[in-house]
T-cell receptor, first 109, second 114 residues
Framework: DAKTTQPPSMDCAEGRAANLPCNHS???????VYWYRQIHSQGPQYIIH???NNETNEMASLIITEDRKSSTLILPHATLRDTAVYYC??????????FGSGTRLQVQP | DTEVTQTPKHLVMGMTNKKSLKCEQH?????MYWYKQKAKKPPELMFV???????INESVPSRFSPECPNSSLLNLHLHALQPEDSALYLC?????????????FGQGTRLTVV
């Protein structure tokens, strides 16, 4: 699986956009980029995934660079409930999710 | 229904006990997973079942024994555990093991071995 690099922690003001970066410079053509988050003591929650194009759903937007070597998860209006560890995962065909260290996002009031 | 249900939520067991963790999903998913998560660490994959057959065992000690009785159920049988096995045990399911299908996680069983 391609390795991902995320900052260990980030802060964001409530109501502002949270932009979480992820580097995956060794990603191969058939690997998707997934984002999950884990709120304290709960199971990981799926957020969004994409292959090449930018994606948006009710939770977030995913921006993938043209060379696919990095991506950004955008939470458009962060709330206190968005405080969590966010995992960027690159997934090989036929393989299970492998979690890296993630980014601990703290949304400040 | 996008729910994966794990029972029990909390479990305390002695090192000589035998216990089982249960996981259930009714989404028609054909792949199911067990993960282990230690405090302040990311989840680590233990086992993968695909179409009710064990497809991946990540070199997990034999004191952990998975079982998939049918396509909706996944068990993890525990025997002779050590205190260092105390962790959050997470179950997940997905439509298959193909890329492009997201996995749904249960809330986990917090296991304490005394």
């Amino acid at each position: 699986d391609a390795k991902t690099t995320q900052p260990p922690s980030m802060d964001c003001a409530e109501g502002r956009a949270a932009n979480l970066p992820c580097n995956h410079s060794t990603i191969s053509g058939n690997e998707y980029v997934y984002w999950y988050r884990q709120i304290h003591s709960q199971g990981p929650q799926y957020i969004i995934h994409g292959l090449k194009n930018n994606e948006t759903n009710e939770m977030a937007s995913l921006i993938i660079t043209e060379d696919r070597k990095s991506s950004t998860l955008i939470l458009p209006h962060a709330t206190l409930r968005d405080t969590a560890v966010y995992y960027c995962i690159v997934r090989v065909v036929g393989r299970a999710l492998t979690f890296g260290s993630g980014t601990r996002l703290q949304v400040q009031p | 229904d996008t729910e994966v249900t794990q029972t029990p939520k909390h479990l305390v067991m002695g090192m000589t006990n035998k216990k089982s963790l249960k996981c259930e999903q009714h989404m028609g998913h054909r792949a199911m997973y067990w993960y282990k998560q230690k405090a302040k660490k990311p989840p680590e994959l233990m086992f993968v079942y695909s179409y009710e057959k064990l497809s991946i065992n990540e070199s997990v000690p034999s004191r952990f024994s998975p079982e998939c009785p049918n396509s909706s159920l996944l068990n993890l049988h525990l025997h002779a555990l050590q205190p260092e096995d105390s962790a959050l045990y997470l179950c997940a399911s997905s439509q298959g093991t193909r890329t492009g299908t997201e996995a749904f996680f249960g809330q986990g069983t917090r296991l304490t071995v005394v």
